[in-house]
């Protein structure tokens, strides 16, 4: 008996804390459940870790704001908590994204947390945006001293490795298992700051999961230091 709690008490010292990183977004941070796939990266590399999120339909950070339950969601305590609204590559989107940033900001350094700034993509229709979402998510990410996840560019530089990956879905704009797996191995190595690990692979995408692995690893490797 004495030797059962002695064990429990060493596995309690020794057991880190998990990192804890809420997503706050809209379709496209829960389209294949990007929080789990995350959350499933990390556990995979032997870390621990928590993922859960406030993500609804056709929602900015403008509606969250008003909203409240994210900012209650908040309130809860976190490592990390990322922020995504659409692409935002037009002026007034990126002044909103800046904005409603800044005023969560504030929330998430109360909580005792940092912001990251999840960089979305443009539609199949509005492909020649992407460095307007890339330098929207850029300056929302300095202005706050956050945390910049730039899967939008590891999009961009995937089909500059690939033309023919299939990052997009049926409709054109959310992503297809592929294209959010890439987008998790972006937000793993920045939040975690480790390469991230083999495994899992969404099905059907292991036949390009090593090309996705290496874009997303040269990706963050091209960014400032964080």
């Known amino acids: 008996m004495i030797t059962r709690l002695l064990l429990a008490a060493a596995l309690l010292v020794t057991q880190p804390n998990p990192t804890r990183v809420l997503f706050i977004g809209n379709s496209l941070t829960y389209a294949n459940d990007l929080p789990a796939m995350v959350c499933g990266l990390a556990r995979s590399a032997g870390k621990q870790a928590v993922c859960e999120s406030v993500a609804k339909p056709d929602y900015g950070l403008e509606e969250h704001w008003n909203e409240r339950e994210a900012r209650q969601a908040i309130a809860r305590g976190w490592d990390v908590v990322v922020l995504q609204q659409g692409p935002s590559a037009l002026p007034e989107s990126r002044r909103l994204l800046i904005s409603y940033t800044r005023r969560f900001d504030a929330q998430i350094k109360k909580a005792g947390a940092r912001t990251a700034l999840y960089m979305v993509w443009p539609?199949?229709?509005?492909?020649?945006?992407?460095?307007?979402?890339?330098?929207s998510y850029s300056a929302a990410a300095k202005d706050v001293k956050g945390l910049l996840l730039p899967a939008g560019d590891a999009w961009r530089a995937a089909w500059a490795a690939d033309a023919a990956l299939p990052l997009w879905g049926a409709d054109g704009f959310h992503p297809s298992p592929a294209g959010t797996?890439?987008?998790?191995?972006?937000?793993?190595?920045?939040?975690?700051?480790?390469?991230?690990?083999a495994g899992p692979v969404?099905?059907?995408?292991q036949p390009v999961a090593d090309v996705l692995r290496r874009v997303a690893r040269e990706t963050v490797a091209a960014l400032a230091p964080r």
């Open 123 to 135: 539609s199949r229709t509005r492909r020649g945006d992407f460095p307007g979402v890339s330098q």
């Open 202 to 205: 969404p099905a059907g995408v």
């Open 181 to 197: 797996y890439l987008a998790a191995l972006v937000i793993y190595e920045q939040i975690f700051s480790a390469p991230p690990p």
